[in-house]
């Protein structure tokens, strides 16, 4: 029930920003203040997300080159 509330809660915020972001010249500070706030975060999240899927996408590359290099070996 918690989680349920606050996944609409999210939705209610992403409604409200994206509606500051449409009218970003008619929006208040406050309420440029709160997009900027989200964005941010956002960003942030979504920065350290591909840091992270490209670590693992060069463990990945690394480990395939040497299962390969072993599997042509013993051909």
Sequence with gaps: M???LKIESEKVESTK????????KDSS??????ALQ???KDFNYTKE???KM?????KLEYTY?????????RS
């Design 49 to 51: 997300t591909l840091l």
């Design 54 to 58: 490209s670590d693992h996408l060069d």
């Design 65 to 73: 080159n040497l299962l390969h290099k072993e599997y042509k070996n």
């Design 38 to 40: 989200f964005v941010e």
């Design 17 to 24: 920003i994206l509606e500051i972001i449409r009218n970003y």
């Design 2 to 4: 918690e989680n349920q």
């Design 29 to 34: 500070n406050k309420d440029l203040l709160l």
